[in-house]
């Protein structure tokens, strides 16, 4: 998570309104004061600006599906995770040397920001 937002700061999107930030608390009153004050009440805002111009109001809407879907993620976010690797491990140990160039699956050298950043970059000009 920190990885990501600190990439999204060094490469902004373009044409937004405010920087994307995350609050992570497993605090379920914090949670629901924050998706008040920061979801919310900004969506109603918007969409009497919206509906006063005479277009058809969303964000709320929007906010909604994005209330429901946090919380249906909220679990795996909080919780850790161990996976068991020995598997791959006596794999990789099984694997004859000349194979092991071809068919490698070693992620040890790989940089995981380099990574966040091409995914992010990718996003980014997704057309």
Same mark, same amino acid.
């Given at each position: 998570?920190? %990885? =990501?937002?600190? &990439?999204?700061?060094?490469?902004? !999107?373009?044409?937004? /309104?405010? #920087?994307?930030?995350?609050?992570?608390?497993?605090?379920?009153?914090?949670?629901?004061?924050?998706? %008040? =004050?920061?979801? &919310?009440?900004?969506?109603?805002? !918007?969409?009497?600006? /919206?509906? #006063?111009?005479?277009?058809?109001?969303?964000?709320?809407?929007?906010?909604?599906?994005?209330?429901?879907?946090?919380?249906?993620?909220?679990?795996?976010?909080?919780?850790?995770?161990?996976?068991?690797?020995?598997?791959?491990?006596?794999?990789?140990?099984?694997?004859?040397?000349?194979?092991?160039?071809?068919?490698?699956?070693?992620?040890?050298?790989?940089?995981?920001?380099?990574?966040?950043?091409?995914?992010?970059?990718?996003?980014?000009?997704?057309?």
């Amino acid at each position: 998570m920190n %990885i =990501l937002s600190s &990439i999204i700061k060094e490469t902004p !999107f373009e044409k937004t /309104l405010w #920087v994307p930030n995350t609050i992570l608390t497993d605090n379920l009153l914090i949670f629901y004061v924050l998706t %008040i =004050l920061l979801h &919310i009440l900004p969506a109603i805002i !918007f969409d009497s600006v /919206l509906y #006063v111009s005479g277009r058809r109001p969303m964000l709320l809407k929007l906010m909604r599906r994005l209330y429901v879907a946090n919380r249906a993620v909220s679990y795996f976010s909080f919780h850790e995770r161990k996976f068991d690797h020995e598997n791959r491990l006596n794999l990789l140990n099984s694997i004859s040397p000349n194979d092991l160039e071809e068919f490698s699956f070693d992620y040890t050298s790989s940089d995981i920001r380099e990574y966040c950043r091409y995914v992010y970059y990718v996003f980014l000009n997704f057309n």
